[in-house]
C-alpha cells in the first residue's frame, strides 16, 4: 500500500548495523537527579549552545514536569528511565530524508531495548507497538516516546524523549491514566539493570537517527508487533475530527490503514488513537 500523497516509501535494504558499544560509552551523557523534563531541558540546551557538535543524552532520575504527546502528563517517578537523545542532523545530511518514518523507526528501537529487557519472562509477540510508538506489554503501557524536531542556528536538530517505565511498582502511578500501564519490575519480578537498558536504547536509538526513510526490516517488525489490529477504536484527526475504525495494516510509509464504515483510510500524521471502543 501506497500513501497517494508522498513521494517517499520504504526500502529494501536492510537497517545499519547497531554502533559498538565502545562507540555509545563515549557519547556524552549528562545526569539529573530532579529535573522538570528531559526534553525541556533539552530545549535549554540547545538555546544555551551555538553550535551543538554531535549527539547527547539527558537522563534523569525523576522529572516534576515530565510530557507526554500534545501537552499531555508524563509521570515519572524515582527508578524509570526518562531520557532524552539530542540528535543534531549532520549538515551532509538532509534533514527531511531523516525525519521520513523517524516516528516508527524510533518505535521500534524502544520496542526492542523493551523486548530485550524482557526476553525470558514474556515472548516477543506479549510485547507490542501500539502506534504510533508505544510499547505495551500484555496490553499495558510501559513505554512511551515524545519526538520534536527543532531548528537551532540553521541546523535541525531531533529531540526524542523515551520514558520506560522500569525499577518501580505500577501502583506509584496514577489510577486515572489513558490506559492501563506496568513497569519491568512487576512484569519480570525483580529490578532491570537501569545502565544496561540505558546502553541497549541508546544502541537503538542511534541506529535508528542515523537512518533514513524505513527500510523493510524496520517495516516489517513495526508491521509483526503491531497492537490492535481488527479492534474497534477511535482515533482523532490532525484537525480535531473523530474517526472510529480498526486499523488492518501500515502503509509502506508506516501510517496506519484503517478500515471504516466508509471504506479504507491511511490516518495522517499528527492523528491519535483516542480509545478502543
Ligand atoms: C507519551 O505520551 O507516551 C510520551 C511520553 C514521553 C516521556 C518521556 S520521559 C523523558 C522525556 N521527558 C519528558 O518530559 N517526556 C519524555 P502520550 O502518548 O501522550 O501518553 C501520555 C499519557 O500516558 C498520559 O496522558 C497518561 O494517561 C499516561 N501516562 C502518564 N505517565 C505514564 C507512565 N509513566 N506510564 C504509563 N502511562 C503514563
Known amino acids: ?17 547497531l554502533p559498538p558499544l565502545g562507540e555509545i560509552r563515549v557519547l556524552p551523557r549528562q545526569y539529573f537527579e530532579t529535573i522538570d523534563s528531559t526534553n525541556t ?19 534523569a532520575q525523576t522529572q516534576t514536569g515530565g510530557v507526554g504527546r500534545f501537552g499531555r502528563k508524563w509521570c515519572s517517578p524515582r527508578g524509570g528511565l526518562w531520557c532524552t537523545f539530542v540528535w543534531p542532523v549532520p549538515e551532509d545530511v538532509e534533514p527531511q530524508a531523516v525525519i521520513n518514518g523517524l516516528g516508527l ?54 529531540v526524542v524523549g523515551v520514558g520506560i517505565n522500569a525499577n518501580f ?45 524505513l527500510d523493510f526490516i524496520t517495516l516489517m517488525t513495526a508491521r509483526r508487533q503491531l497492537h490492535g489490529i481488527g479492534q474497534p477504536t477511535r482515533f482523532t484527526l490532525p484537525d480535531g475530527t473523530n474517526v472510529d475504525g480498526a486499523i488492518v495494516g501500515l502503509t509502506d510509509e508506516g501510517s496506519p490503514v484503517l478500515r471504516t464504515e466508509r471504506g479504507q483510510v491511511v490516518l495522517p500524521s499528527g492523528s491519535d488513537v483516542l480509545h478502543a471502543l
Open 41 to 59: 531541558q533539552a530545549r535549554r540546551l540547545l538555546e544555551a549552545t551555538e553550535h551543538l557538535s554531535g549527539p547527547r543524552l539527558l537522563v
Open 105 to 158: 523507526r524510533v518505535g521500534v528501537a524502544v520496542w526492542e531495548a523493551v523486548a530485550l529487557a524482557v526476553q525470558g519472562r514474556w515472548s516477543e509477540g506479549a510485547v507490542r507497538l501500539k502506534w504510533p510508538n508505544d510499547v505495551l506489554i500484555d496490553g499495558r503501557k510501559v513505554a512511551g516516546v515524545l519526538t520534536e524536531v527543532l531548528r537551532r542556528a540553521g541546523r535541525t536538530v531531533i
Open 169 to 213: 511498582p505500577a501502583s506509584e502511578l496514577p489510577g486515572d491514566l489513558k490506559s492501563p500501564a506496568t513497569t519491568l519490575r512487576d512484569e519480570l519480578g525483580v529490578m532491570v539493570d537501569l545502565g544496561k537498558l540505558e546502553d541497549d536504547l541508546v544502541r537503538r536509538l542511534h541506529r535508528a537517527l542515523s537512518g533514513e526513510g
Open 1 to 17: 500500500m501506497r500513501g497517494a500523497s508522498k513521494d517517499w516509501s520504504y526500502t529494501s535494504r536492510p537497517p545499519r548495523p
